[in-house]
């Protein structure tokens, strides 16, 4: 999974800590909020 660029933590494991959620819908997250930025536009497609 991808480092979130603002802390450096795993996204996924942030958002499960965090917001609570499960695992794979953190990894689904991860993916659709890190696809968005710029840096991560090309590597999520």
Do not use: H, S, Y
């Amino acid at each position: 999974m991808k480092t979130c660029i603002a802390c450096g933590m795993p996204m996924t494991d942030f958002l499960v800590r965090t917001q609570g959620l499960d695992k794979e819908v953190a990894r689904q997250t991860a993916v659709r909020t890190l696809a968005k930025l710029p840096a991560w536009r090309e590597i999520a497609q």
